[in-house]
């Protein structure tokens, strides 16, 4: 199943962004400040197509756990990314 958001495909996830949500809120001086995430419902191939409709540079980027100078192409959020790439036709 594809995750449609990043609190599910990465588990730490959901605490930090409650976390900054939370300094956000407690930390500033101005009293209307908005997170936005536009791709949050987005799925994978989704956000893709969006990309390559944008003319982003998708070939350059990537979401490796491993932290490498490449992906790893193992880990959850490489193979998120490929099932990604293989639904929106790449």
């Not at 959901?14 to 791709?39: N, Y």
């Not at 490796?64 to 959020?77: F, L, N, R, W």
Request: hydrophobic content about 40%; glycine content about 10%.
């Amino acid at each position: 199943m594809l995750m449609r958001s990043i609190s599910a495909a990465i588990p730490i996830a959901g605490p930090r962004i409650t976390a900054l949500r939370k300094v956000v809120k407690e930390g500033t001086k101005i009293k209307k400040i908005k997170l936005m995430t536009p791709l949050i419902k987005m799925t994978k191939s989704e956000i893709i197509k969006l990309g390559r409709k944008l003319g982003a540079p998708l070939d350059i980027t990537w979401s490796c756990y491993a932290g490498g100078k490449k992906p790893c192409g193992v880990c959850d959020s490489c193979v998120i990314r490929n099932k990604g790439f293989s639904e929106a036709g790449t």
